[in-house]
């Protein structure tokens, strides 16, 4: 409605075609004739949905979209979908934000200005392909063009990836900071390790009664907390009755820890010695009754209980409980979560968790661990794997060097998820040209010549298999649910069509006329197999019914035993965890982790996200430090006393939480906040952890152990009143204000 | 007035919402989910700064303890949609009501913003809309065609999604057939991933949320004060047995 019109105005308006409509004579009785006739199937203010596929995390859950009149109005799970059931989470909730947001870029733009003025100049598309298509060709060598990229989806990855093979360039090195808060490259890894596969495992949750989780945020970020959240609830108050108990060791208690039965606080990169203790007094003392412990004992033959417990600071006497509880129980499981990947002791300390699997024998078992059967999806399943930083360092080193002419940024926003310290907004001005392919000016947009924007999730073409997967093989279909709002281009197209002005080998491996062409020609593998929920007789039928269902699934539960690979009687790594900055200038422990709401700062673009309050602290809109009520008190700080938080490679100032739930020598700070570009939601507020993180890695896996560094607190004597729901007034800690 | 009832509710209905606390994981999927929903306003860093929300659900997190042992709990609170609601009496424009299916309805048109209902609410549950929402273009293209997007001066609350409710009222009625139990589902039950909220009919006794009422975990928020909530919590920690 327009909003000249007055109320007044709008009454007289109507009293007064009212009146002209009593005195006009009798009209000649026609049909009126719409300036536009609508399509045959849209029905005015009726509801159609489409099924797609959620690209907030790398989850991969199916939804369902309500669409009017070809806006689209709400998302809710997809309750055919076997990975999520219908539920979604409440990042899931907020995409429609990211297709109708007031600062997404609405066509392709050069920067102008010279790179961060932020002066953009819109250009035609063919303009824009002429222009990559001609950096593409004049590169003097192939090996000086770089692809990063984020999460990309399964088809774009592999579009990119023959791509650049017929190029002759490297392959795509992907990073992105949700993947590596939850240890994906380093359970990969594991995977590897000690089930003989590179597929994410499954921890049947809804089976156990026993669950021990190492820093495993299940029920807000880590790997697919929607499905996770599901089985939780079932493992709580299940249909039979009984009551799974849950205990979380983790230096902060995240809501996931909350939500369990106990919380057992423990000094950050010390979960592995835990987990070691627990196995060496179940093995020693022989407790259980999972047959002889007689194999297992090599295992922990180089084990000290006492120094374990000492290191941790968990009190022997509760590992002792426990470890009997552990052993006793009838379907434990433990699962290695993403505070413990995230150090340079990961790798041996993951191991040592998923032992206590394999001394409890849960592997293959109810409530503890399995596989995902890929089924016929197995060709589709050419996923993207999450790179490891070492190789992300590789490539900023390659790009110092000058060795990088040409940069393709893809679905990656690495100046703001990098530590900074890595140097890639250094590395980045050293490239002579580098294209950007997001839906927002972002940090490494706003450092871009060429931003070639492509749709958001809603309004784009693919799949997912989801990984970790489902209790049987699926992968969602995904489809647009609304006509682009601007003039974006799908990245995968943008490719198949510089492919074919390449002309020669490029044109050759991607004959593809468009994104849906592949797709179609993919998804017919799985045409055809006996195990789907639904058949149809031609392949463009099955088409039909994949956009439509969402996806394809195996009627029937197909869970995969893991054949585990013999791992010898080599006893398991005893790995101290190492810091960067000395103990006694930098006191503190630095614990950047995952906003339930913003995940790794991909969400701060989107208003419902930023306003909704982190479940722990109530805070809202903000960067916080979270610190021990006995560490606040030594400091002389209480809750919005401003600090600056100081590590060997950064520092930033933002206001205290005084958390009761958090190890007196760790100083928590949520990701996700800082951004300098990204909308006007998300910039200019609060801070950015990465600043503080030192670049250094896991040993054993490469991945980024961005819980390494330690850091100190300075007050600086000024306050700012942080949004919170809990109320402060009085010593009462409600949360109503 | 109540014998005029309107013909699209279904007398002799209590609607009727539980929160299973011990399922329930703090996660706000409900939050975000009510409000995309039902065009709920963004009320901004600054009001929130002076601790304002414009949200229908708020999850309260109470600690017990102190380091190292030390627990904290979640309580998602929403309108209780009581049966005897403070808020109701002292609206001197019949702007909240009681409809004939138990549920306290909240009457924009008619409501002056006189904010005394939010004062009489015992849960804090009504939010008042003291700026002009605003939805920058394009986001306006996202509301809810089924629900009224208020302006300021306006009073609102949790209505259980009675917009999903009349459309599956109407839909069954189309039919010829009864709504089913567990066909209506309002956007946080939708979405809820632990499956902590359940909703349904409450004079229905083979309902399942008359099943969970029964619970010997079951509770009712300030129970002592006679309100009388349609909403029923379970208390978390322990099984049903």
């Known amino acids: 409605m327009s909003k000249k019109i007055s109320r007044r105005q709008f009454i007289k308006f109507t009293a007064g075609t009212a009146t002209a409509a009593g005195v006009a004579p009798k009209l000649h009785r026609m049909l009126q004739e719409p300036f536009v006739h609508p399509p045959e199937d849209l029905l005015p203010g009726q509801a159609t949905w489409y099924a797609s596929t959620c690209r907030q995390c790398s989850a991969g859950c199916g939804i369902i979209v309500r669409v009017i009149n070809g806006r689209a109005k709400k998302i809710e799970g997809n309750p055919l979908y076997p990975l999520n059931r219908g539920k979604l989470c409440a990042r899931g909730q907020a995409g429609l934000q990211a297709l109708y947001h007031p600062d997404r870029l609405r066509n392709a733009v050069r920067q102008t200005g010279g790179r961060g003025s932020r002066q953009f100049e819109p250009l035609y598309w063919d303009e824009a392909l002429d222009l990559l298509a001609e950096k593409i060709g004049s590169l003097s060598d192939p090996g000086r063009l770089a692809v990063l990229g984020g999460l990309l989806p399964d088809h774009l990855y592999r579009l990119l990836s023959l791509l650049l093979d017929s190029l002759g360039s490297p392959p795509p090195v992907t990073f992105d900071l949700h993947s590596a808060l939850e240890g994906r490259g380093a359970a990969a890894r594991l995977a590897q390790l000690t089930l003989g596969s590179a597929e994410l495992p499954v921890y049947d949750l809804e089976g156990a009664d026993v669950v021990f989780s190492f820093g495993a945020n299940f029920l807000e970020t880590w790997m697919s907390p929607v499905a996770q959240s599901l089985a939780y609830g079932n493992m709580r108050q299940g249909p039979f009755g009984g009551r799974g108990f849950l205990v979380q060791f983790e230096p902060r208690l995240s809501a996931t820890a909350a939500s369990a039965d106990r919380w057992i606080p423990l000094r950050p990169g010390t979960e592995g010695f835990v987990a070691l203790a627990l196995g060496r007094i179940i093995v020693e003392e022989r407790l259980g009754h999972a047959g002889s412990h007689r194999p297992h004992a090599a295992l922990y033959q180089d084990v000290d209980v006492t120094e374990m417990a000492e290191a941790s600071q968990v009190p022997i006497e509760t590992l002792r409980q426990l470890a009997q509880l552990f052993a006793d129980a009838e379907h434990p499981v433990a699962i290695p979560g993403g505070s413990l990947a995230g150090q340079q002791n990961g790798g041996p300390g993951m191991l040592a968790v998923q032992a206590l699997n394999r001394v409890v024998a849960q592997f293959g078992r109810v409530g503890g661990v399995f596989l995902s059967s890929p089924g016929p999806s197995g060709a589709l399943r050419r996923t993207a794997k999450a790179d490891s930083f070492s190789s992300v360092q590789d490539l900023i080193g390659r790009m110092k060097a000058g060795e ?55 309004e784009s073409w693919g799949y997912q298999v989801p990984h970790p997967g489902a209790d049987r093989p699926a992968v969602s279909s995904q489809q647009p649910v609304v006509r682009p709002v601007h003039d974006t281009r799908a990245s995968a197209d943008v490719f198949l069509a510089l492919a074919s002005r390449l002309g020669g080998r490029p044109a050759e491996v991607l004959p593809w006329p468009d994104e849906v062409s592949f797709l179609e ?77 913003l995940s790794d700062g991909r969400g701060a673009a989107l208003p419902w996200l930023q306003e909704t309050p982190d479940p722990m602290t109530t805070a809202r809109w903000g960067t916080w430090v979270e610190l021990n009520p006995e560490a606040a008190r030594s400091l002389g700080v209480e809750d919005n006393d401003i600090v600056r938080v100081i590590s060997p490679y950064g520092e930033l100032e933002a206001p205290v939480v005084v958390f009761p739930g958090i190890q007196p020598e760790v100083v928590a700070i949520p990701v996700g906040q800082g951004h300098t570009d990204y909308g006007r939601f998300a910039q200019q507020r609060g801070s950015n952890p990465m600043d503080l993180v030192a670049p250094v890695v896991d040993s054993e896996s490469g991945s980024l152990a961005w819980g390494a560094t330690r850091v100190r607190l300075e007050p600086t004597g000024r306050k700012q009143a942080l949004a919170r729901l809990e109320s402060l007034d009085g010593a009462g800690r409600e949360t109503l204000g | 007035m109540a014998q005029a009832a309107k013909p699209s509710a279904e007398p002799g209905r209590r609607w009727g919402l539980v929160v299973d606390l011990d399922r329930c994981t703090g996660c706000q999927a409900c939050v975000v989910a009510c409000q995309a929903e039902n065009n709920v306003p963004v009320a901004g860093e600054k009001q929130a700064g002076y601790g304002r929300w414009m949200h229908w659900i708020i999850i309260h997190r109470y600690w017990e303890g102190e380091y190292p042992n030390i627990k904290a709990r979640f309580m998602p ?23 004939p299916e138990g549920l306290n309805a909240q009457i924009y048109n008619r409501c002056i913003g006189t904010r005394f209902c939010g004062n009489a609410c015992p849960y804090k549950v009504r939010t008042y809309n003291w700026f002009r929402p605003e939805f920058p273009a394009p986001l306006t293209e996202q509301l809810n065609p089924d629900v009224t997007v208020r302006s300021r001066g306006i009073m609102e609350k949790c209505t259980f999604c009675i917009q999903r409710i009349r459309r599956a009222e109407l839909d069954a009625r189309a039919q010829g057939r009864e709504v089913a139990d567990g066909e209506i589902q309002p956007a946080c039950v939708q979405t809820c991933p632990p499956e902590a909220l359940i909703f349904g009919d409450l004079n229905d006794p083979e309902s399942r949320v008359s099943q969970l009422a029964r619970s010997r975990r079951s509770f009712r ?21």
């Open chain 2, 221 to 241: 928020l300030l129970e002592e004060l006679g309100t009388d909530p349609g909403v029923i919590y379970l208390k978390g920690g322990e099984t049903n047995a």
């Open chain 1, 521 to 597: 020609e993919t998804v017919r593998e799985l045409h055809g197999s006996s195990l789907g929920a639904y058949t149809a007789d031609t392949p463009a039928g099955f088409f039909a019914l994949w956009r439509q269902y969402g996806g394809w699934w195996s009627e029937k539960e197909l869970p995969l035993e893991p054949e585990v690979p013999d791992p010898g009687a080599q006893p398991l790594p005893i790995v101290p965890p190492l810091f960067e900055g000395n103990q006694q200038t930098y006191p503190f422990h630095l614990y950047p982790y995952p906003s339930v709401a």
């Open chain 2, 77 to 99: 609170v929403m309108c209780q949609q009581c049966d005897e609601a403070p808020c109701e009496p002292v609206c001197p424009v019949f702007a909240t009501y009681h409809n």
């Open chain 1, 404 to 458: 990088v002419d040409l940069l393709l940024v893809v679905g990656a926003n690495p100046v703001f998820e990098l530590p900074s310290a890595a140097g890639f907004a250094e590395a980045i001005e050293r490239v002579p040209y580098v294209v950007c392919f997001n839906s927002f000016v972002d940090e490494t947009g706003a450092r871009a010549d060429l931003i070639l924007p492509d749709h958001t999730y809603l």
